[in-house]
Every structure is written in structure tokens, then in C-alpha cells.
């Protein structure tokens, strides 16, 4: 009874959602606010700032509730109800990634922001190197910080011991790209622009939640609920079960992390 009421009332908010975040201007004044909330807490609250966009990161996990079948003839996808063997194989590559974290965190998470980078890209309807400028951006400004955090992310010293001129230069280089993608496709402008200046205006950490939910998590279930070939009251549904899966996880991290085998900046 609590699932089906959860259900119908993930559908009732999902198409509210979805018919207010197709407007242009909703769309940019929602992101423009969680921004400046964003400025104002790193400001006023720095912690609460951290936590802000880990809430914006769990928020965005459900759009991946889904299964979709890509057409290479036309590019176009097919969404359906997640099978068994696609669930089983989506947490066996949790449970390997994050085992494989645990024994070499230094390439482990070297492998994980190669994944991300990679998922970002795929996700982008025409400028593809935003996967990789979204990991590696944040070094051009940010290069001391956001080595800082993939040492506390390893809980280890060998990103600290990088060159910071070599870490801008590894940020400037993915900016350099998406620009020239950006001018060469002739696409996305004010989206490319809009993403570059998040990623100078907020630390790594602020940039990349922003990122993550607004121009990859929702766009990606605005276009699952668009889909008719899934009736958005079937898609309703599914979110419960990734959610329950993600407040499961993150109570497994948080507890990994206090217990000491991981560290964290949010538990810095």
C-alpha cells in the first residue's frame, strides 16, 4: 500500500515536473536560484554547502531507473522496464567498482572519473567532450581544491604531489576542447556557455551536483517520460526502488567512511 501510494504520488510530481521543466524560463530561473543558494551557503555555511550537493546528487540517481535500447540505423532509443539481467549487471559493476576502490583507491577512482567522463559524453546530445570537461574543468580555476579532494576521495597524497600548472593545464585543455566542439558543430551555445561558467563560478564539488542533476539527471528523464514508446505512469514507478538502492548505498558510504575505511570530503 506505501509503494503504490509512493508510486502514484512519484507520478503525480514527475508529470508536474516534467510540463513545468519543458519552459525555457522555469528551467533557467530553478538552476539560476540553486546557484546563488549555492554562492550564499559556501559563504554562509560551507559544510551545509557540501551537503546541498550530495542531496542534489542523490536527487538526480533515479533518472537512470530505465532501460533503454539505442537504434544506430537513427540514433533514436527505446525505454523500457529494467530487466533482471540488466539490474544484476548494473550492481555487479557497483560492487566491483567499489571493491576495486577499497583495495587501489588511487586507480580506482582514476577509473571511476574515466567512467563518469565517459557517461557525461555518451549522455550529450551534440558537444561530447562536456564529459571530460566536467571531471577535468574544475582544475583550471580550482586546481589546488579539487586535487585536495580526489586525495580525500583516495585518502591518499598522490594527487597533491600533481604540479598545479600542470592540473590548469589539464582543465584549460578540456575547456579548449568543448570550445572548438562548440564552434565546429555550431550547436549548444548558450548550454556550453551556461555549463563553463557554473564550473568557474563554484568550486568542484558545487559544480559538478549543478551539473548532475539540472543538465544530465532530468534532461535524461525528461526524455524518458517523453518517450511514448514507456507510459511515464510505468516510468513513475521504478524511481522507489533506485531510490531505496541509493539511500541504501549512501548509508553504506557514510558508514564506511566513519568506520575509517574511506574517506571523505563531506566527513572531513
Known amino acids: 500500500m506505501i509503494a503504490s501510494a509512493l508510486r502514484g504520488a512519484l507520478f503525480e510530481a514527475?508529470?508536474?515536473q516534467t510540463k513545468?521543466?519543458?519552459?525555457?524560463?522555469?528551467?533557467f530561473t530553478v538552476l539560476l536560484l540553486a546557484v546563488i543558494l549555492q554562492l550564499v551557503l559556501i559563504k554562509a555555511a560551507p559544510n551545509l554547502s557540501v551537503w546541498f550537493a550530495v542531496a542534489m546528487f542523490l536527487a538526480g540517481v533515479p533518472h537512470g531507473a530505465v532501460e533503454y535500447i539505442s537504434n544506430e540505423k537513427d540514433g533514436t532509443r527505446a525505454w523500457r522496464k529494467p530487466s533482471p539481467f540488466y539490474c544484476a549487471i548494473y550492481v555487479l559493476i557497483g560492487v566491483v567498482a567499489f571493491s576495486f576502490y577499497i583495495i587501489a583507491p588511487v586507480i580506482g577512482l582514476c577509473a571511476f572519473l574515466a567512467v563518469s567522463a565517459l557517461h557525461f559524453g555518451a549522455e550529450e546530445t551534440?558537444?561530447?567532450s562536456l564529459g571530460i570537461f566536467v571531471i577535468l574543468g574544475s582544475l583550471a580555476l580550482y586546481p589546488s581544491l579539487t586535487l585536495?579532494?580526489?586525495d580525500m576521495l583516495s585518502d591518499q597524497t598522490s594527487f597533491s604531489s600533481i604540479p598545479l600548472w600542470t592540473a590548469q593545464i589539464a582543465g584549460l585543455i578540456?575547456?579548449?576542447v568543448v570550445a572548438f566542439e562548440s564552434i565546429l558543430k555550431?550547436?549548444?551555445y548558450a548550454r556550453t556557455i551556461a555549463i563553463i561558467s557554473i564550473f568557474i563560478i563554484l568550486p568542484p564539488i558545487q559544480a559538478v551536483a549543478i551539473y548532475f542533476l539540472f543538465f544530465h539527471s532530468?534532461?535524461?528523464?525528461?526524455?524518458q517520460t517523453a518517450d511514448h514508446t514507456l507510459p511515464s505512469e510505468k516510468i513513475s514507478s521504478y524511481p522507489v526502488y533506485i531510490i531505496l538502492a541509493a539511500l541504501i548505498g549512501a548509508s553504506?558510504?557514510?558508514?564506511?567512511t566513519y568506520l575509517g575505511y574511506i574517506s571523505l570530503p563531506i566527513a572531513a
Open 14 to 16: 514527475n508529470a508536474a
Open 186 to 188: 555550431k550547436r549548444e
Open 20 to 27: 513545468l521543466w519543458s519552459a525555457p524560463a522555469i528551467r
Open 218 to 223: 532530468l534532461e535524461s528523464f525528461n526524455a
Open 252 to 256: 553504506v558510504l557514510i558508514g564506511a
Open 174 to 176: 578540456s575547456l579548449g
Open 148 to 150: 585536495t579532494i580526489f
Open 126 to 128: 551534440h558537444i561530447k
